[in-house]
Nanobody, 121 residues
Framework: QVQLVESGGGLVQPGGSLRLSCAASGNFFEIISMGWFRQPPGKERELVAR???????NYAESVRGRFTISRENAKNTIYLQMDSLKPEDTAVYYC???????????????WGQGALVTVSS
C-alpha cells in the first residue's frame, strides 16, 4: 500500500516563507511524476507545481518565481519552498504522486492528506 505523508503547513505573514514536504512510502515500481495542488476556500483544486521523472518542471503562473519544487529521490520526497507568500496563496495544499505498482502497469494517482497554509497578518 502506498502512502503519502505531508508536513509543513501553518500560519505565516504576507511576504514570509514556508516549506512543505511530502514523503511517499510503500511498494511501487516507479514514480512518474510528483507535484503539488492547492484548493483555496470556496474554489476548485488547482495545480501549483509538478516535477516529472525526466526532470521537467511546471508551475502555475501565479506562483512562478516565488515557489520552488524539488525532489529528493533517495527518500521519495518532494518539497515546495514557498517564498514571498501572499494572502491569495491561502489554501489547503495537497501532494500528488503518479506512479506504477508494476512494470507496464497503469498509472496510479495518490493524494496526500492536505496541509493548510494561511497567509495573514
Amino acid at each position: 500500500q502506498v502512502q503519502l505523508v505531508e508536513s509543513g503547513g501553518g500560519l505565516v505573514q504576507p511576504g514570509g516563507s514556508l516549506r512543505l514536504s511530502c514523503a511517499a512510502s510503500g511498494n511501487f515500481f516507479e514514480i512518474i511524476s510528483m507535484g503539488w495542488f492547492r484548493q483555496p476556500p470556496g474554489k476548485e483544486r488547482e495545480l501549483v507545481a509538478r516535477l516529472t521523472t525526466p526532470g521537467e518542471t511546471n508551475y502555475a503562473e501565479s506562483v512562478r518565481g516565488r515557489f520552488t519544487i524539488s525532489r529528493e529521490n533517495a527518500k521519495n520526497t518532494i518539497y515546495l519552498q514557498m517564498d514571498s507568500l501572499k494572502p491569495e496563496d491561502t489554501a489547503v495544499y495537497y501532494c500528488n504522486v503518479a506512479l506504477r505498482l508494476a512494470p507496464y502497469g497503469n498509472p496510479l494517482n495518490k493524494w496526500g492528506q492536505g496541509a493548510l497554509v494561511t497567509v495573514s497578518s
